[in-house]
C-alpha cells in the first residue's frame, strides 16, 4: 500500500485556518485521498476526500497538488472542537479490498 | 452518531478467553471493516467484509476471526487471549464494495482488557 506522511503535531489559535500537510509520493493513478480525524475518545470520523481537483464540503476543504504527491487538509476556522488526531490515507478505487492504512496521524492543538 | 453500533463498549477477560465484539453497521451499507488500536500501534486494519464475504485481511492474528451473517451485522472472535490484545477494537461501514471512492463511518468502539 502506498504511505502517507504527516507531521507529528501542530498547533492553531482559534478561529484561524488551518493547513495540514500530506505527503504521499508513491501514490498510484487510482487511488483516492482521505481524509479523517479521531476526536479523544472516540472512533474516527470522515472529513474530506478527492482525487485530483480540490474539493470542499462543511467540514473542510482539500487541496491536491497538481501532481498529486502532496495533499493539504484546510479548516478555514479552527474551533476547540477540531482538536483531535487528524489522518491522512489512501484508498484505492480499483481494489474491491478495503484495505487502508492509517499512520500516526497529525495531533493538533488548538489554543483559546 | 455514525449510525454504527459496537457492543458491548467495555469487556474485561482473563488471559485465555475467548470474546465476541459485535456490530452492526449503518442501514444500507454492505461493508464491514475491523480496526484494532492500542497505544503503541496506532489503528491497524483487521480484516473487511463485503456481503458476507471476506475481501481483505490486514494484520490479523491467526487467534482472531471475523464473520458477517446475512443481516450483515458482523462479529470478530479474538480467543487465546494475551495481555497484548488489549486495546479498543472499532468496526467501520460503508456503503459498498470498497472502490475508495466511499467514506467510511466509524462505530464508538469496544474498549478491551485483558487482565
Known amino acids: ?3 502517507t506522511t504527516q507531521p507529528n503535531s501542530m498547533e492553531s489559535n482559534e478561529e484561524e485556518p488551518v493547513h495540514l500537510p500530506c505527503n504521499h509520493s508513491t501514490i498510484s493513478g487510482t487511488d483516492y485521498i482521505h481524509w479523517y480525524r479521531q476526536l479523544p475518545s472516540q472512533g474516527p470520523e ?3 476526500h478527492g482525487l485530483t481537483s480540490n474539493v470542499n464540503n462543511r467540514m473542510a476543504s482539500l487541496a491536491i497538488a ?3 504527491k502532496s495533499s493539504t487538509l484546510i479548516l478555514h476556522r479552527a474551533t476547540l472542537r477540531d482538536a483531535a488526531v487528524y489522518y491522512c490515507i489512501l484508498r484505492d478505487f480499483l481494489s474491491n479490498a478495503g484495505k487502508s492504512t492509517f499512520g500516526d496521524g497529525t495531533t493538533l492543538t488548538v489554543k483559546p | 452518531d455514525s449510525g454504527v453500533t459496537q457492543t458491548p463498549k467495555h469487556l474485561i477477560t482473563a488471559t485465555g478467553q475467548r470474546v465476541t465484539l459485535r456490530c452492526s453497521p449503518r442501514s444500507g451499507d454492505l461493508s464491514v471493516y475491523w480496526y484494532q488500536q492500542s497505544l503503541d500501534q496506532g489503528l491497524q486494519f483487521l480484516i473487511h467484509y463485503y456481503n458476507g464475504e471476506e475481501r481483505a485481511k490486514g494484520n490479523i492474528l491467526e487467534r482472531f476471526s471475523a ?3 446475512p ?12 495481555l497484548g490484545d488489549s486495546a479498543l477494537y472499532f468496526c467501520a461501514s460503508s456503503v459498498e464494495g470498497d472502490r475508495g471512492t466511499y467514506e467510511q463511518y466509524f462505530g464508538p468502539g469496544t474498549r478491551l482488557t485483558v487482565t
Do not use: C, P
Not at chain 2, 443481516?71 to 494475551?82: I, K, P, Q, R, T
Open chain 1, 66 to 68: 497538481e501532481d498529486r
Open chain 1, 46 to 48: 470522515y472529513v474530506i
Open chain 1, 1 to 3: 500500500d502506498a504511505k
Open chain 2, 71 to 82: 443481516d450483515l451485522h458482523s462479529e470478530l472472535n479474538l480467543s487465546s487471549l494475551e
Open chain 2, 67 to 69: 464473520q458477517q451473517f
